[in-house]
């Protein structure tokens, strides 16, 4: 069988070869055929919250590493674009700041801050100069109350293909009252395979084997998986009607206990929305066994935090690192090659690898 071959009826389909987690030759191809396409999570509006101000970053550091800047112009229209500058590809913001123009230190090339090319010293003689490649590259934004996401291949897949299915269900949220809290975010380690760790959340039918904690809340029976285009739902249901959403009934879940909102947008962002706010959880390949996972925090109902399905995160993350790193080790034993899916519990995970195989070709 192809090792990117997903057959689509998850009762007759087989996982990827393992040769997907260990070959470093397929780790490289997923950055460009996997991740360049897809949406990425920038953070919120507020990095570059002045007219004026910009917001330099490294896009999924250690593997995109794509330099980018967010900037907010004078009449406050945000832009993205490259932070490489056009003449020798020096950086050219380097720590957030308030500025007039876009000035590269190296020889002082000036872009404005909708990333046009300015003014360039010495360059009189150069002929057909400036031209658009002088221009810094402009890359698309996509904003969702004050969360930002772009892509580096934005021509590829629209970001509504990825990202509306999870903005039309919640739509009902009071977005502007979403606070980040950094003091609560936290980057975790995780010696495994970034695949590995979002199959693993792609499936609840671990639950009741891996986190007591929150079998005890959820409602196992009736935990339910919808899915997008690139994205996924998993509804978590509570088991009693304490610390569950008080839905409008514009909402398609109204008259249901849900404790929590698993929304998974391929290929490494989670959005976990609880009543007290939501857990964004961006997975960030390192090497082909080692993975970062960032915690971002935005709490709306303080007195909510940390109970119900949204309580305990954090062991909740460790149990399964346990789990996810002991499949990293397995699956390079010579003894295992493919798996089998589960047809009522493990339709992300099925529908994760489809995409892939689809994607990488």
């Not at 007039?100 to 100069?129: A, I």
């Not at 639950?207 to 929150?214: K, M, R, S």
């Not at 029976?221 to 690139?230: A, H, Q, V």
């Not at 939501?278 to 709490?299: A, C, H, M, Q, R």
Request: proline content about 7%; overall charge negative.
């Amino acid at each position: 069988m192809p090792r990117f071959s997903i057959n689509p009826d998850i009762s007759l389909a087989r996982t990827p070869d393992t040769g997907f987690y260990t070959d470093p030759a397929l780790f490289q191809l997923a950055k460009e055929r996997l991740f360049a396409p897809s949406w990425q999570f920038i953070g919120d509006s507020s990095l570059a919250g002045q007219p004026s101000s910009a917001y330099p970053f490294t896009l999924l550091q250690g593997y995109l590493d794509e330099p980018l800047v967010l900037v907010r112009d004078k009449s406050a229209t945000l832009h993205l674009l490259s932070n490489v500058c056009t003449h020798r590809g020096n950086l050219i913001a380097n720590e957030p700041c308030t500025v007039n123009h876009l000035r590269c230190r190296y020889h002082g090339r000036q872009f404005q801050l909708d990333g046009k090319f300015h003014s360039m010293p010495e360059f009189r003689e150069v002929r057909e100069f400036p031209s658009k490649d002088d221009d810094l590259t402009s890359l698309p934004l996509l904003q969702w109350g004050k969360w930002l996401f772009t892509s580096l291949d934005g021509a590829t897949i629209p970001g509504d293909a990825f990202l509306k299915d999870m903005m039309d269900r919640v739509s009902w949220l009071p977005l502007d009252e979403f606070v980040f809290r950094p003091e609560l975010c936290k980057d975790f380690t995780v010696r495994a395979h970034w695949a590995l760790y979002c199959e693993n959340y792609l499936e609840g039918f671990h639950i009741p084997f891996v986190h007591a904690g929150l079998n005890a809340v959820i409602d196992f029976g009736n935990y339910t998986t919808e899915l997008f285009p690139y994205s996924n739902l998993q509804l978590g249901i509570a088991k009693d009607d304490e610390d569950c959403f008080d839905l409008p009934p514009s909402s398609p879940d109204y008259g249901k206990k849900v404790a929590a909102y698993y929304f998974f947008v391929f290929p490494n962002m989670m959005f976990n929305f609880y009543p007290w706010g939501l857990s964004v959880n961006i997975v960030k390949p390192i090497s082909p066994d080692e993975t970062k996972v960032s915690f971002l925090t935005y709490v709306a109902n303080p007195a909510k935090y940390n109970s119900g399905a949204g309580s305990g995160l954090e062991e909740v993350e460790m149990e399964d690192e346990e789990v996810v790193e002991a499949v990293q080790k397995g699956v390079r034993s010579r003894f295992y090659t493919h798996g089998r899916y589960s047809v009522t519990r493990e339709q992300g995970t099925h529908h994760f690898h489809r995409i892939m195989a689809e994607l990488m070709g």
